[in-house]
C-alpha cells in the first residue's frame, strides 16, 4: 500500500477506531489473485474479543463505502487483534506484556543476540527484564533500552505457572 493511500486510510479509521476504544495497530492492504484485501489490526489494553472485532468491521465498512476510500473496485475487510505473538514496537505495546516472555533480537552494538526474557516492568527509556537461564540456569535480570532492541515478539508460554509477575490476572 503506498504511504499516501496508508496514510489517508490511518487518518480516515483511527478516529473510528478510538470511538471503539481500541488502537490502530496495523493497516495493510494485500493483492490475492485479482481481489484486493485490507487488513486492519487493533488492539486494547484488555484485549480484543470476536464481538468487537465483528462490530468494529461493520463500522470500518460503512466508513469506507461512504468515503470511497477503496476506490471503485471490491475488496475484503479483514478486522482483526494482532495475535498471540504480537510484535512489540510501541511503549504501550511493552507496557501490556508486563508478566509476558518476549523472544527478541538485540542490535549490533547491544551483543546482536537473541534473548528469551520475561518483562517485568516498562518505562519510558526501556524495560527490566529476567533472561531465562539455559539449560537449567537460574533467570538473570537485565535492563534494556528500547534502543537496544532491534525487534521482540510476545513468546507463547504453554504451561505458564500464575506467580507474582502477573499484574492482570492472567491465566495460563
Do not use: W
Not at 538485540?106 to 519510558?124: F, M, N, S, Y
Request: charge should be negative; proline fraction near 2%; glycine fraction near 10%.
Amino acid at each position: 500500500m503506498s504511504t499516501t493511500q496508508n496514510e489517508r486510510l490511518r487518518g480516515l479509521l483511527e478516529p473510528l477506531v478510538a470511538e471503539f476504544q481500541l488502537d490502530l495497530e496495523d493497516l495493510e492492504i494485500d493483492t490475492v489473485g485479482r481481489k484486493r484485501v485490507l487488513r486492519v489490526v487493533v488492539d486494547s489494553e484488555d484485549g480484543v474479543d470476536l464481538d468487537a472485532c465483528a462490530e468494529l468491521s461493520r463500522a470500518v465498512s460503512e466508513t469506507l463505502d461512504e468515503n470511497n476510500a477503496m476506490g471503485d473496485g471490491a475488496y475484503e475487510l479483514e478486522v482483526g487483534s494482532p495475535g498471540a505473538e504480537r510484535p512489540l514496537k510501541e511503549l504501550r505495546h511493552f507496557e501490556r506484556a508486563v508478566g509476558r516472555l518476549m523472544r527478541a533480537r538485540l542490535t549490533k552494538e547491544a551483543g546482536g543476540e537473541e534473548i528469551v526474557a520475561r518483562i517485568l516492568k516498562v518505562d519510558d527509556e526501556g524495560l527490566d527484564t529476567e533472561v531465562q537461564g539455559v539449560k537449567g540456569r537460574k533467570a538473570k535480570p537485565r535492563r534494556l533500552g528500547f534502543g537496544e532492541i532491534e525487534r521482540a515478539r510476545v513468546e507463547v508460554e504453554f504451561n505458564r505457572k500464575n506467580d507474582e509477575t502477573e499484574t492482570k490476572g492472567e491465566e495460563a
